[in-house]
């Protein structure tokens, strides 16, 4: 994966979690295209309640794939408002689209600050880059 | 240093993803680990197995030495070609490897040990052969490919030469036999395998493997990652040394009690162990657990049950079956109200018999 297929919208958490902020403020959230392919066949997915609090940098959800279980980090703090259902049954959707239909939950974030404190797009790829080698 | 197998450029070529495993560089998966699961199940896969050690034996007192080197009897083996699988155990009945034996001749037989004990096995099986007079060789320079799933055979067989087609169809099940293969390679074709499914594993000169690999992909057989064979080799109920046993755990301990031999007046190293554990009473057994919720087994996860503690050794999802499974070692007579503690979250499991899969279809009662 190249810099320029990581979507220029993004944020990143350094533990690979993406955010994008859409209408209404609310945050998208997902993992990179990077670390579905690190983590190999997802299985299954164990996401928040709707109407939950999280914690930005606290884990909000998990996935397993057939190798490891990973916790995955809530890149802004606030309140559930939706999780994406259909990863209950194909939750190799994270796999084949990470960026798109793979997302995971979206926050009504309490503190926008917290963007400001998430990688950009080219920051992000940095951090992949260097952990390759 | 890591190892490298012949297959290795070939392998990154592919775009696989490589990881460490017992000090070889090897494929974990190509692209989906799972569909490299259901191509052997469905289909036909291939894996790089160069990794794992093959070693030949030599002298007139070649038989007499295995009678007393393993645990399952040696004299099973009858027919040029034959294998047998059998644990190698210390003094204390505990498992130093499990391996496969090959009856190659008179005074000739072959071991493929595994890979990350090569070294402890090799220093093993040569303390022992001296009093034999029996020579261990090593041959670093063949590599291994297995060729597994339902349509496996027909696919390697179509590569062969013409002559070797009918001898190599109607060889059987953990038989072995040469055969010539593409361009005339020299190939030692054994019907024998780690996934569940009918196949072979392919023993030849290492400067042939990436073309018989290439021919094979050709006969459209896919690539498969050690990932796969993973998955399938639990589904088939076939235990992973280093996981399911070692050296402190006894067959009757991991599931291999059909692999104990006490033929009369054979002393092989560790029966002595193993008849006063069997008098004493084997405290601990392996059994099969499968988890009807969402959620993976994983090694190292603790099982509660009524009768004390256990732990789950070999866990995965089992993509035949679309839900986990694994092997664990639970207290004698822990069969009912089973639990296990995943993240802190306690789940109850089904003890079941294995296999969880034969045949590319679930066992009755997974």
Redesign the interface.
């Known amino acids: 994966m190249s810099a320029s297929e990581i979507p220029g919208d993004l944020k990143f958490l350094k533990s690979h979690e993406w955010a994008r902020v859409e209408d209404k403020g609310l945050v998208r959230v997902g993992i990179s295209d990077h670390a579905q392919e690190q983590l190999g066949d997802l299985v299954y997915v164990e996401l928040p309640e709707v109407g939950a609090q999280v914690q930005a940098g606290n884990g909000a959800a998990t996935v397993e794939s057939v190798k490891a279980a990973s916790d995955i980090y809530s890149p802004v703090s606030g309140e559930i408002v939706e999780v994406n259902e259909s990863l209950a049954d194909k939750p190799e959707t994270i796999n084949e689209d990470a960026y798109g239909e793979g997302w995971l939950f979206v926050v009504k974030p309490s503190d926008r600050g917290e963007l400001d404190e998430l990688l950009d797009a080219d920051a992000y790829a940095e951090l992949i880059e260097n952990e390759d080698h | 240093m890591t190892q490298k197998t012949v297959l290795n450029a070939l392998h990154r070529e592919l775009g696989a993803?490589m990881v460490d495993f017992g000090g070889w560089d090897m494929p974990?998966?190509y692209g989906?680990?799972?569909e490299e699961h259901h191509v052997v199940r469905r289909d036909a896969g291939m894996f790089d197995v160069s990794h794992m050690t093959v070693v030949d034996l030599h002298g007139a007192r070649a038989r007499e030495f295995l009678r007393h080197l393993l645990a399952n009897s040696v004299d099973k083996l009858k027919v040029q070609g034959k294998a047998l699988y059998s644990c190698m155990l210390n003094e204390q009945g505990g498992v130093i490897d499990d391996l496969i034996v090959y009856l190659l001749g008179d005074e000739h037989f072959r071991l493929v040990v595994n890979a990350a004990t090569r070294e402890k096995d090799l220093a093993w099986i040569e303390r022992q052969a001296k009093a034999f007079d029996v020579a261990a060789k090593e041959r670093p320079e063949f590599a291994m490919i297995a060729v597994q799933g339902p349509h496996a055979r027909a696919k390697v067989i179509g590569l062969l030469h013409e002559v070797d087609r009918p001898r190599i169809e109607k060889l059987g099940r953990f038989a072995a036999a040469a055969a010539q293969g593409p361009h005339g390679m020299p190939l030692f074709i054994a019907r024998t395998g780690y996934t569940g499914e009918d196949g072979f594993e392919i023993i030849l000169p290492e400067e042939h493997a990436v073309a018989l690999w290439k021919e094979l992909a050709t006969a459209g057989v896919a690539a498969c990652g050690l990932?796969a064979r993973d998955?399938l080799r639990l589904e088939a109920g076939m235990n992973l040394y280093g996981q399911d046993m070692d050296e402190n755990v006894t067959p009757w301990e991991a599931g291999l009690a059909w692999t104990i031999a006490l033929d009369a007046g054979r002393d092989f190293i560790g029966r002595k162990a193993l008849e006063a554990q069997q008098a004493a009473g084997v405290p601990r057994t392996m059994v099969g657990l499968v988890l009807d919720e969402?959620?993976?087994l994983?090694h190292g996860q603790k099982v509660l049950t009524p009768q004390g503690e256990g732990e789950i050794l070999s866990g995965?999802?089992a993509?035949s079956l679309n839900k986990s499974v694994a092997f664990a070692r639970v207290p004698a007579g822990a069969t009912e109200q089973l639990r296990v503690d995943i993240?802190g979250r306690e789940v109850p499991v089904r003890l079941v018999k294995f296999p969880f899969v034969r045949d590319g279809k679930a066992c009755e009662g997974i």
């Open positions: 993803r974990i998966s989906s680990q799972i990932g998955t969402k959620g993976v994983r995965s999802f993509p993240r």
